[in-house]
């Protein structure tokens, strides 16, 4: 079941992903989707710093499609933004990170991926205006 939430500030997001990143367990997955701007990476941040990992080195790629952040728990953090085309998981590797079951995975424009992953937690940032967000996540 789908929850949906506003926040009002990146400091409110950045909550937000605290709150679902301390629930998270080594093997989870999550699937970040929205446009540009929206705060996708801003939410891998709330959960980097739920982690353990220092939040500041969370950062856009901007060639690199995989970064690993040390912390409790690994936190492996994809940008799919430049993938030309669709690949799927396995096509791109991440199946060895979500399958090693010690790290959490953050995947930012999972719009790319073919189709849906298997118990992934899905996070929908839709930009409302000014610095107002709505976020929804399926399912928490
Ligand atoms: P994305 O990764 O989706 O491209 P970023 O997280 O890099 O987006 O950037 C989001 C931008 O929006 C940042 O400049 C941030 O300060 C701003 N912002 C304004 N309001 C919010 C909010 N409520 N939540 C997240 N980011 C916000
Ligand atoms: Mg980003």
Redesign the pocket.
Known sequence: MAQVFT????Q???DLARRLGAGLRPGDVVL?R????????????GIAGALGANPEGVT?PTFVLVQEYPGRTRLVHVDLYRLGGKAGIDDLGLDEFIGAGDAIVAV?WAEKLPGPVEGAVTVT?E?TG????RITIDAW
Request: a negative charge.
């Open positions: 926040t009002s500030s990146e409110e997001t950045v970040l929205g446009d540009l701007g929206s705060g996708k990476t801003t939410f891998v941040r856009s930012e940032i930009d000014g610095d107002s967000r």
